[in-house]
């Protein structure tokens, strides 16, 4: 009977048979499921504690009749695309993936032609 193939695990250094390693997020290192597990378990709560502090929570008294999931139009800054996002979804620009974004109402002719006079374009 042939040995299995044993890989290093790149974090401890221990090595494991090859159904207990995994790539890492670079595609290039093999790390363990322990050592995968704490690493990315540990990011995951990270990028949910982000995820929670960033999102602005409304008043939850809403008023009758008011939509939860009222579309806004948007534009973004970067690449100047236009489109709608719902109130409940953090919004990034779905062309770019920049998060730099204004509302289209802020865009008026009037408000440009006051920008490109004092030079702030």
Do not use: W
């Not at 939850?60 to 008011?66: I, K, N, Q, V």
């Not at 534009?75 to 509302?103: A, D, E």
Request: hydrophobic share 30%; glycine share 4%; aromatic share 14%.
């Amino acid at each position: 009977m042939e040995k299995p193939i044993l890989y290093a695990c790149s974090l401890c250094k221990l090595q494991f048979p090859s159904n207990n390693i995994r790539y890492a997020t670079d595609g290039k290192k093999l790390i363990c499921l322990v050592c995968f597990n704490k690493l990315y378990k540990k990011k995951q709560q990270e990028a949910t504690i982000k995820e929670k502090q960033s999102y602005e929570y409304s008043n939850p008294a809403l008023e009758f009749g008011t939509v939860l999931n009222k579309p806004i139009l948007v534009i973004c800054t970067h690449c100047r695309y236009k489109f709608h996002y719902k109130t409940n979804f953090k919004p990034f620009c779905p062309y770019c993936g920049k998060s730099s974004l204004k509302k289209y109402e802020e865009f008026t002719a009037q408000k440009i032609l006051n920008d490109a006079a004092k030079g702030n374009f």
